[in-house]
T-cell receptor, first 114, second 114 residues
Framework: KNQVEQSPQSLIILEGKNCTLQCNYTVSPFSNLRWYKQDTGRGPVSLTIMTFSENTKSNGRYTATLDADTKQSSLHITASQLSDSASYICVVIDRGSTLGRLYFGRGTQLTVWP | EADIYQTPRYLVIGTGKKITLECSQTMGHDKMYWYQQDPGMELHLIHYSYGVNSTEKGDLSSESTVSRIRTEHFPLTLESARPSHTSQYLC?????????????FGPGTRLTVL
């Protein structure tokens, strides 16, 4: 069973609008949580990294939040652009192994229309 | 843009052929990884390496093999390709100094076995 669940599976919004993507996880013990952006046919690119002590982290128009108590994270995209069309992947890192085991969500496929 | 490269980007090959997917990085990273990703699904770790002459199998069983003779290179080999091997293969690396290190991904190789 996947320990990282993302919602919605897909989302279509109009250019200029805001949107919020959700990530729920059951990974324990928790080390940190990352959001990646993956363009079609490309490898994922890191947007944010948050440890359990951080609640919010921003990267330009992207703002990630983390509630380690409820094991939920969100990624908010402000003033969307056509180039934001991509899959957004939530990744949770397990603190309990030397490898730093990564658990991947299946991603939210975002489409921004003009 | 990360300095991690994969070749070929696309490969269509017949059943039974031997193939090698190349991955190289110029960042001097110790840890390298191979992931397999099917459309709309999460990334699955199939191999990883902590450094030269170190290779381990990941979570997802794979008939592929890897080698790490030099820090920069982490090639993946399929001795006899089958249609079930059709997938996207992503290579990644990280400096390996701590749990919050970002993984840098290559652009991926999309493999189709006929």
């Amino acid at each position: 069973k996947n320990q990282v669940e993302q919602s919605p599976q897909s989302l279509i919004i109009l250019e200029g609008k805001n949107c919020t993507l959700q990530c729920n996880y059951t990974v324990s013990p928790f080390s940190n949580l990352r959001w990646y952006k993956q363009d079609t046919g490309r490898g994922p690119v890191s947007l944010t990294i948050m440890t359990f002590s951080e609640n919010t982290k921003s990267n330009g128009r992207y703002t990630a939040t983390l509630d380690a108590d409820t094991k939920q994270s969100s990624l908010h995209i402000t003033a969307s652009q056509l180039s934001d069309s991509a899959s957004y992947i939530c990744v949770v890192i397990d603190r309990g192994s030397t490898l730093g085991r990564l658990y991947f969500g299946r991603g939210t496929q975002l489409t921004v229309w003009p | 843009e990360a300095d991690i490269y994969q070749t070929p980007r696309y490969l269509v090959i017949g059943t039974g052929k031997k193939i090698t997917l190349e991955c190289s990085q110029t960042m001097g990273h110790d840890k390298m990884y191979w992931y397999q990703q099917d459309p709309g699904m999460e990334l699955h770790l199939i191999h990883y390496s902590y450094g030269v002459n170190s290779t381990e199998k990941g979570d997802l069983s794979s008939e592929s093999t890897v080698s790490r003779i030099r820090t920069e290179h982490f090639p993946l080999t399929l001795e006899s390709a089958r249609p079930s091997h059709t997938s996207q293969y992503l290579c990644a690396s990280t400096p390996g100094q701590g749990g919050t290190d970002t993984q840098y991904f290559g652009p991926g190789t999309r493999l189709t076995v006929l």
